[in-house]
């Protein structure tokens, strides 16, 4: 049932077989990193299934996104430009770890993130994004 489900760090609620988990209010979830961490593990215990997805927490280290989600047992990251590197990407995918950017609107940006091996760019022109990426696959 919640096969395509994600956790994230903005998460407020999950409902699984009529019981009510709650994670927190967004402000603490977006505020202290222990809480997220503690409230994620919860969900997490409780179903297994729910995939979790680990954004970025405020921290500049490139690393410490793939560190937590490492930690956490995370499928995916969303980085955060420009907080982020090739070792970043990686070190993801060398832990089985899809990479999502956010964001790229400008072609050249993309193409960079799609040489790096960023698996999802996330864009507000989606047009002109895939237009100019299927350049890159001829």
């Known amino acids: 049932m919640y096969k395509y489900s994600y956790i994230t760090a903005a998460a407020c609620l999950f409902v699984r077989l009529g019981e009510v988990i709650e994670t927190g209010f ?4 977006t505020r202290y990193y222990g809480i997220k961490v503690y409230l994620i593990k919860k969900v997490s215990e409780y ?8 954004g970025w927490d405020g921290n500049k280290d490139p690393m410490s996104m793939v560190d937590r ?3 956490l047992g995370a499928y995916k990251i ?3 430009k420009p907080y982020f590197n090739q070792e970043t990407v990686d070190r993801a995918h060398e832990n089985n770890i899809l990479c999502n950017v956010f964001f790229a ?3 050249e940006e993309a193409k960079k993130y799609r040489k790096m091996g960023i698996d ?3 864009t507000n022109d989606y047009l002109a994004i895939k237009n ?3 350049e890159l696959d001829k």
């Not at 967004?26 to 979830?29: E, N, R």
């Not at 179903?47 to 680990?54: L, R, T, Y």
């Open 26 to 29: 967004y402000y603490l979830q």
């Open 47 to 54: 179903a297994p299934d729910i995939k979790c997805c680990v």
């Open 69 to 71: 989600a490492i930690k």
């Open 78 to 80: 969303q980085l955060f």
């Open 105 to 107: 609107d400008d072609i």
């Open 120 to 122: 999802c760019i996330l």
């Open 132 to 134: 100019g990426l299927e």
